[in-house]
């Protein structure tokens, strides 16, 4: 049985940047008000990597077109931290449109790609993790090309980022529920923050049932504001903090 790749086509944002638009679904990989400042606000600047020195531990759950993943490394590299990058999907984009996307990345991006494409060459049903790293040793890329619940990342994993990144409930429920957050947060560090472009009441919920501590922040254009969790509220003291007893009480009548 061969991977199931998704049919995808190509298509510039808002900001300039480009994304994939997937066919058969309907939506697209990334905010059509900009792709990478998206990227950037949401799950860089969220999880607060730049500020970390030594090693940056990220799990993600849905490569795509691996836009997340190109701009970590790059700040990796120009932040001088070495880069563990552990990213889940069950229907990885094939190797050739990774390669036609991210031709239009910054030029700083661009060297990352030949590790993106390698990773999902290698994506077949029977290879349960695909790996891939930079020549100089410092950028290291796992990809898990199942269900979440079926990558092979241990319990107590110690991510400092989490960027949560499927696509929205409608198209993805199965990775919205108390269920894949409760997954997550039994890998995210002490000191680790979870990223999501959502800031609906439900999600929030659910993260709270799960166990996180919730806070919030301005969105980026077109999206009024996002949602950061951690293990305990003093991770999350630069944002603005959310009240966990609110969303208990509605993930009480939700779930
Ligand atoms: C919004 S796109 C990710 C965009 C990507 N992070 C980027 O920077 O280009 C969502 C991805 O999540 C994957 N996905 C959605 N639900 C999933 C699940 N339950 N398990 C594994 N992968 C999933 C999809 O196949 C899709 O490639």
């Known amino acids: 049985m061969k991977t199931k790749r998704p049919l995808v086509g190509l298509v510039e944002t808002g900001d300039g940047s480009w994304s994939l638009y997937h066919e058969e679904l309907g939506v697209h990989y990334r905010s059509q008000h900009g792709a990478f400042t998206e990227s ?51 229907a990885p984009v094939d190797p050739t449109t990774l390669q036609a996307l991210h031709q239009h990345a910054p030029p700083a991006m661009q060297p990352f790609s030949a590790l993106a494409q390698e990773v999902t060459a290698q994506a077949e049903p029977s290879e349960l993790i695909a790996y891939a790293e930079a020549p100089e040793g410092d950028i290291r890329l796992w990809l898990y090309p199942t269900p979440w619940q079926d990558a092979a990342i241990p319990i107590q994993f110690g991510a400092h980022a989490i960027y949560h990144d499927p696509f929205g409930p409608r198209v993805n429920p199965e990775g919205w529920g108390v269920d894949c957050f409760s997954w997550m947060r039994q890998r995210i560090a002490d000191d680790g923050i979870l990223a999501t472009y959502s800031a609906a009441a439900h999600v929030r919920a659910a993260l709270v049932a799960a166990g996180f501590a919730l806070a919030m922040t301005t969105g980026p254009v077109g999206k009024r504001e996002i949602t950061l969790a951690a293990v305990d509220h003093s991770v999350l003291s630069m944002y603005t903090l959310l009240s966990t007893e609110r969303y208990r009480q509605k993930a009480l009548a939700l779930f």
């Not at 950037?40 to 997340?68: D, K, Q, T």
């Not at 990796?76 to 889940?88: D, K, M």
């Open 40 to 90: 950037r606000h949401v799950f860089l600047e969220g999880c607060r990597l730049a500020s970390r020195v030594g090693v940056w531990r990220v799990l993600e759950l849905g490569f795509g077109g691996g836009i997340n993943f190109l701009h970590t490394a790059a700040m990796a590299r120009a932040c001088g931290s070495s880069l563990e990058y552990h990213t889940i999907d069950w």
